[in-house]
């Protein structure tokens, strides 16, 4: 079993500094700055997170009609336990897409927009041009808010 330090270096058998070697899951690291009481959580934490994995891979199994839990199966059930963060992005429905990327300043341009080129289109001569200008803001508004929308989405 390789002994490994804090930055996950492997060190010689024979390296005199191992007074702080702690084993977590069949791995040695050395000159880990980390409470017994740490150590002890997280394995505490690891098994019940283990055990939830598992229970919902037998959940995922059992939706197939099959008894045998796969590895696919323990994928996907550990999938879900992980923060879309530092996984991989999951997909929503479009409904959910929509409703992120669509701010309420969005949906008040459009409904303006659409409100003053009814104006423009049945409203005479006089208040055509005014509206027309005016519904072609709130059409930019529209643009700009949602392409700020899609870039603070896409910087998540």
């Known amino acids: 079993m390789a002994i490994l330090d804090a930055g996950?270096?492997?060190l010689d058998s024979d390296t005199p500094d191992t007074k702080n070697v702690i084993s977590v899951k069949g791995v040695r690291v050395a000159n880990a700055d980390v409470s017994s009481g740490a150590v002890e959580w997280l394995?505490?934490?690891m098994r019940l997170l283990e055990a939830q994995i598992v229970q919902e891979a037998y959940t995922i199994a059992?939706?197939?009609n099959r008894k045998l839990v796969a590895p696919m199966d323990i994928a996907k059930a550990a999938e879900r336990f992980t923060p879309t963060?530092?996984?991989m992005p999951r997909e929503g429905t479009l409904?959910?897409?929509l409703s992120?990327?669509?701010s309420g300043i969005t949906l008040i341009a459009a409904v303006l927009a659409v409100i003053f080129g009814v104006l423009?289109?049945?409203g005479g001569k006089e208040l055509a041009a005014g509206a027309?200008?005016?519904a072609k803001i709130f059409a930019g508004a529209i643009v700009g808010s949602t392409g700020a929308a899609a870039a603070a989405t896409r910087k998540q």
């Open 8 to 10: 996950g270096t492997p």
């Open 43 to 45: 394995s505490d934490h």
């Open 62 to 64: 059992q939706a197939d």
């Open 85 to 87: 963060q530092s996984g």
């Open 95 to 97: 409904r959910s897409r």
């Open 100 to 102: 992120q990327s669509i």
């Open 120 to 122: 423009a289109a049945y």
């Open 132 to 134: 027309w200008d005016i």
